[in-house]
């Protein structure tokens, strides 16, 4: 998507330790006009899918996934993260490792927002080692519903979690790929 | 507005501790088509206030606030909850005491995103003792912004959150105002 690689360009900070930080548009100040062509593009690529809802994570893929649903027409259900093992009530739960922040997590999804019945499209704003988008992916599967596909922002294409989800039988469709960013100079791939 | 509070009565469940549990289309599972419609109730009152940006917090502000921006047609900042005193970095930082979760944690916002040419939208799902919402009208006053109004989905209208914004002069909008929820049954403020 040339008008959020351009904007990655433009606004995007290359940090120590392989960090893109793009808080200016995506996720600290949200750029709503374009998440908005963003939530398009999400659905010329899956709009035919027959997705029956939209699964998130807290807190920085909630915004995308609310303006790509109105598109799609569906509710967004976005998991949450719980810092302990110990977790009460009915809910799905995986453990899942943030590149960002470098440490451990559950996430968690109440199992009255998942069915059998559900489509479901995974979309957040970042893909690094697939940590994230693979634990959504498994609570899908835990409420025996189905993974319509991924939809993310900003991937890190010299990192293993976009390869490891497609290698997975997953759909992914990235609307950026960061091929490279030596030098604070960030390549996309074509 | 008649449809939320219909939607609170029919889905919502009133918990111990004045709890009121909205998580099947406000809070987890998000209901985008009546979100649409908050959007364009807070439109309808904000609307002519001359709104820069809106500003919340995460998470469960996140997609109201993204979805009455496209009304507005400005951007979203939402604000950061930090769990410790040490904050690195050139941000605006509050103290906020959580309602529903009984503790303290540090609420930021990077100093990039707001300025003293920010005349700015509160918004957030509930509104119990006013912390949250008061610490956002405090960050904003720090970057010597104003506050053009304070957008709230659900107000506790048996806490002292709602008064105490007012007699701040701050102008609160609560879109359903609970007066009292005593043996399960929701009573609303005409």
Redesign the interface.
């Known amino acids: 998507m040339e008008l959020l690689k351009q904007r990655i360009q433009k606004d995007g900070e290359v940090r120590a330790g392989n960090i893109l930080k793009v808080?200016?548009f995506l996720n600290?100040?949200?750029?709503?006009?374009l998440?908005?062509e963003m939530g398009r593009e999400f659905y010329e690529y899956f709009g035919d899918r027959g997705v029956t809802k939209i699964l998130t994570i807290?807190?920085s893929g909630?915004?995308i996934?609310?303006?790509a649903?109105?598109y799609f027409?569906?509710?967004?259900?976005?998991a949450?993260k719980h810092p302990t093992k110990n977790i009460a009530g009915d809910v799905y739960s995986v453990e899942v490792t943030s590149f960002t922040h470098g440490r451990s997590y559950n996430v968690i999804?109440?199992k009255?927002?998942l069915s059998e019945d559900d489509n479901v499209l995974i979309i957040d704003d970042f893909l690094a080692n697939g940590c994230a988008a693979r634990g959504l992916a498994d609570i899908v599967t835990m409420a025996g519903g189905r993974v319509a596909g991924v939809g993310i922002a900003i991937e890190k294409g010299f990192q293993a979690g976009g390869e490891n989800l497609r290698a997975h039988g997953l759909d992914v469709k990235s609307l950026a790929i960061v091929e490279s960013m030596e030098d604070g100079r960030i390549v996309f791939r074509d």
């Open positions: 808080d200016s600290h100040r949200m750029d709503i006009t998440f908005k807290e807190a909630i915004g996934a609310c303006i649903a109105l027409d569906v509710p967004v259900v976005y949450k999804v109440s009255r927002f």
